[in-house]
T-cell receptor
Framework: AQKITQTQPGMFVQEKEAVTLDCTYDTSDPSYGLFWYKQPSSGEMIFLIYQGSYDQQNATEGRYSLNFQKARKSANLVISASQLGDSAMYFC??????????????FGTGTLLAVQP | NAGVTQTPKFQVLKTGQSMTLQCAQD?????MYWYRQDPGMGLRLIYY???????DKGEVPNGYNVSRLNKREFSLRLESAAPSQTSVYFC?????????????FGDGTRLSIL
């Protein structure tokens, strides 16, 4: 069963507007971490933000925030005031404690975001 | 401020050839990883090394071997390349194995096997 689901293959947003990228996950582990990575057209993977399953507050990093709804098993990335440089592929990923490999990051298939001027 | 460095950036091989992808990190991280990225599939873990001297299989280890040469370096070897191994390969490192520690990635190696 797919553990990370990103249902939006691609999205458009106007410059300076906010955009939400969806991510749902599936796990039976009580302790896990959720990550978002950005992959620009140049190809590198850039870590953006982290949310732990026991964190009481939603994570924020500059213009990035994570809308964490534990009961719904969703961890949506919100980018405020979009910039042209935000155009990239965005990946949601999860890391679990159990399952034999605490190091394993499970990735979704990504959402391609295009910011329009 | 190099972070994770991968070499080469691009490579074309013929079926059956062997190849070693190199990865080095300068962040004094304990854990290192190799992923492959295929279109529409996200990244999948090939092998990882939780600490110097240890390696373990990930999700898709068949056809690959790894060596954790020292704390800085983690190489990935294709002994007999197959067209199905055409992919973009990413090396990553993290401070340790705790959930909250993010993995930091290199720029990737684009590998084509004809």
């Amino acid at each position: 069963a797919q553990k990370i689901t990103q249902t939006q293959p691609g999205m458009f947003v106007q410059e300076k507007e906010a955009v939400t990228l969806d991510c749902t996950y599936d796990t039976s582990d009580p302790s896990y971490g959720l990550f978002w990575y950005k992959q620009p057209s140049s190809g590198e993977m850039i870590f953006l933000i982290y949310q732990g399953s026991y964190d009481q507050q939603n994570a924020t990093e500059g213009r990035y925030s994570l809308n964490f709804q534990k009961a719904r098993k969703s961890a949506n990335l919100v980018i405020s005031a979009s910039q042209l440089g935000d155009s990239a592929m965005y990946f949601c990923a999860m890391r679990e404690v159990y399952g034999g490999a605490t190091n394993k990051l499970i990735f979704g298939t990504g959402t391609l975001l295009a910011v329009q001027p | 401020n190099a972070g994770v460095t991968q070499t080469p950036k691009f490579q074309v091989l013929k079926t059956g050839q062997s190849m070693t992808l190199q990865c080095a990190q300068d962040m004094n991280h304990n854990s290192m990883y190799w992923y492959r990225q295929d279109p529409g599939m996200g990244l999948r873990l090939i092998y990882y090394s939780a600490s110097e001297g240890t390696t373990d299989k990930g999700e898709v280890p068949n056809g690959y071997n790894v060596s954790r040469l020292n704390k800085r370096e983690f190489s990935l070897r294709l002994e007999s390349a197959a067209p199905s191994q055409t992919s973009v390969y990413f090396c990553a490192s993290s401070e340790g194995i705790y959930i909250s520690q993010p993995q930091h990635f290199g720029d990737g190696t684009r590998l084509s096997i004809l």
